[in-house]
Structure formats: structure tokens, C-alpha cells
């Protein structure tokens, strides 16, 4: 196969490239960089089957020659960046989105949407199952975020129902990992290099929401499980084992030996922070005979060592 992965200069977009050349296929990489990097793909530059285009999907696309399968994973995920880039985010999501369809399209090429637990907004529902519509507030700051994903799936399902495009969802849950970037806000890699400068966690709110948190590894698998799969419908992809962020940062600290503690920064929750979020993944046991295998523990060790060695490079 040729695939196409937007965003692939980006932490999951990478681990997809990566997967995709070690199965002998061809990959082409499509970043405009604003939150992706090319450190990410930098020990891809001499592959022979590895190309990297330059390029805002938000504009059309044009890639030359045959391409059998689009991985659109291009967008912000963290919510510090779609705070910071609200309307680049709509656009990637909504314009990006139908570029992408609109190119897999003249390729007859299947198409991967990356979609997210997003969709679901602060729910109101526990586990969250693919089939609760969610609770999202449109105008909140997360809204940017949010919306642009579900715009996206109905894109997705629209291209399937009136083109019969070969499509694919998945809502992918909490996920972290070597290639995250350090400063993008979000609460592994916030808690991670905090403890690496032997520093206090900084813990928003009471801690008292909840997370699951699955390794790059496992979500990837399931990726390509879902990729080669006939399913249409939204599927989760994510771990059941939740845990508060107070645990978590109580789980970091002792996986990293930080002696430094936590600290409550009562005021830096952002409005809409989901209190908790657990997907229900039976769909995905079901469906593609998936289940994630990594232990948290274990997950955060080999993220945490990640970390280590690139700070280490850089001072
Ligand atoms: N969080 C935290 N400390 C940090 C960063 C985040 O307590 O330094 C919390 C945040 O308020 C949220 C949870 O961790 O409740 C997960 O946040 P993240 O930004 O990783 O992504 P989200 O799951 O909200 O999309």
C-alpha cells in the first residue's frame, strides 16, 4: 500500500508512519508543523519509502500517484494548542476534513478519520459507549475542539452514505507516549517534566477528575486493526483502567522518583474540563479482537526514559 497521513509529523501521525513502513508499505507524511515536528520523523529522512510534504491540509491537497489508504490525524489535540489556534482547528477539522474525503475520493483510496473522546464532550454518561451522543457545549473553549471533530464525522459518515467510500472512525481516548511534546500542556507530559526537574506535579482543581490513560503502542495496533477492518461506525479506542489525577500524579511521581509532591493549582482547570472519562470498548474487543496490553506503569517507565535521554540531548 501508498498511505497518506495527515499530521504526520505530529506524535500519533509519526508512531503511524513508523508502523506502516515496518509492514513494508509506502508512506507519505503531510504537516504544516504548527504542533507537529520534524524531530518526530527525522530518523525517517533517508527511508526509501518515506516522503514528507510540507503542507496545511486546510487547503487542497495534492499528492501525485496512486494512494490507497488516507490517515487523517492532522488537527491540534492538546487543549492548550486549539485554545491557542481556535480557528485553525475548526479549519482543519472541517476544511482539512473534506479535503482529505475529497482526495481519498479521487484516489479511491479508504479513509481513517481520528476522531476523539472529544465527541463526547463532559459526559453524562459513564462509561462512555459510541453510541451516547454526548454533551458538548458549543461555545464553550473546548467547543473549537469538539465541534470540529463531530463536523468531521459526519463528513465522514456523509462521503460514506451518498459516495460509498470505504470509511473508518475512531474515537481515540486519553493516549500518551514517547514524541509528545514536553510543552504542550497537557498532563502527562506536564506531570513528566516536572518530575523530571524534580519539581511538584501540579495538580488542577482537587484532582478528584478522572482519566484513562493508554500507551502509543496499543492505540496504534488498533489503528491498523481498524484500518484493514470493514467496520463504519464510530469505534473507542482507549483503556478502562481509571484513574483520578490525583492518583495519577501520585503514580508519576512514585514510577519517576520525584520525592517533590504535588501542588494544587485550584484556578488552571479550563472551562469544560471533563470530570471524568472512561470509554466502554466493547465494540473494539468485539469488532477488531482488540485490547490494549501495556500497563500504565510500565507505559509511563518507558515515556519517562524518553523524556530523560531528550533532555539530557538538549542540555
Ligand atoms: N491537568 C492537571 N495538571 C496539569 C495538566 C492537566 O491536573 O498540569 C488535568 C486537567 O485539568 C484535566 C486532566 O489533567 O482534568 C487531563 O488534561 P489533559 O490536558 O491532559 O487532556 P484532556 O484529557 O483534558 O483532554
Given at each position: 500500500m501508498r498511505v497518506l497521513v495527515t499530521g504526520g509529523a505530529g506524535f500519533i501521525g509519526s508512531h503511524l508512519c513508523d508502523r506502516f513502513l515496518a509492514a513494508g508499505h509506502r508512506v507519505v507524511a503531510m504537516d504544516n508543523l504548527i504542533t507537529g515536528t520534524q524531530d518526530n520523523i527525522a530518523h525517517l529522512a533517508g527511508e526509501r519509502n518515506f516522503e514528507f510534504i510540507y503542507h496545511d491540509v486546510s487547503n487542497?491537497?495534492?499528492?501525485?500517484?496512486?494512494?490507497?489508504?488516507?490517515?487523517?490525524?492532522?488537527?491540534p489535540a492538546s487543549p492548550m494548542d486549539y485554545l491557542k489556534y481556535p480557528i485553525q482547528t475548526l479549519k482543519v477539522g472541517a476544511l482539512g476534513t473534506h479535503n482529505a474525503l475529497g482526495f481519498?475520493?479521487?484516489?479511491?483510496?479508504?479513509?481513517?478519520?481520528?476522531?476523539?473522546?472529544?465527541?463526547?464532550?463532559?459526559?453524562?454518561?459513564?462509561?462512555?459507549?459510541e453510541s451516547y451522543a454526548g454533551n458538548v457545549d458549543p461555545v464553550g473553549p473546548r467547543g473549537v475542539y469538539d465541534e470540529a471533530k463531530r463536523y468531521a464525522e459526519a463528513l465522514v459518515m456523509a462521503y460514506h452514505?451518498?459516495?460509498?467510500?470505504?470509511?473508518?472512525?475512531?474515537?481515540?481516548?486519553?493516549?500518551?507516549g514517547p514524541r509528545m511534546r514536553l510543552d504542550d500542556g497537557r498532563v502527562v507530559p506536564n506531570f513528566i517534566g516536572q518530575a523530571i526537574r524534580g519539581e511538584a506535579l501540579t495538580v488542577y482543581g482537587d484532582?478528584?477528575?478522572?482519566?484513562?490513560?493508554?500507551?502509543?503502542?496499543?492505540?496504534?495496533?488498533?489503528?491498523?486493526?481498524?484500518?484493514?477492518?470493514d467496520f463504519v461506525e464510530p469505534v473507542n479506542i482507549g483503556t478502562t483502567r481509571e484513574i483520578t489525577i490525583y492518583d495519577f500524579a501520585l503514580t508519576v511521581n512514585a514510577v519517576a522518583h520525584n520525592p517533590a509532591g504535588i501542588v494544587f493549582a485550584d484556578g488552571s482547570r479550563i472551562e469544560g474540563d471533563p470530570q471524568t472519562r472512561k470509554p466502554d470498548t466493547s465494540r473494539a474487543r468485539k469488532v477488531l479482537d482488540w485490547q490494549p496490553q501495556v500497563e500504565l506503569e510500565t507505559g509511563l517507565a518507558r515515556t519517562i526514559a524518553y523524556f530523560r535521554a531528550l533532555v539530557a540531548e538538549t542540555a
Open positions: 487542497f491537497i495534492h499528492v501525485p500517484g496512486p494512494v490507497d489508504a488516507v490517515l487523517h490525524f492532522a488537527s481519498a475520493r479521487a484516489k479511491g483510496a479508504r479513509f481513517l478519520l481520528a476522531s476523539t473522546s472529544e465527541v463526547y464532550g463532559d459526559p453524562l454518561e459513564r462509561p462512555q459507549t452514505r451518498q459516495h460509498g467510500m470505504e470509511t473508518r472512525i475512531v474515537r481515540i481516548f486519553n493516549t500518551y484532582g478528584s477528575q478522572t482519566r484513562c490513560f493508554q500507551y502509543i503502542d496499543d492505540l496504534i495496533a488498533g489503528l491498523v486493526k481498524l484500518l484493514a477492518s
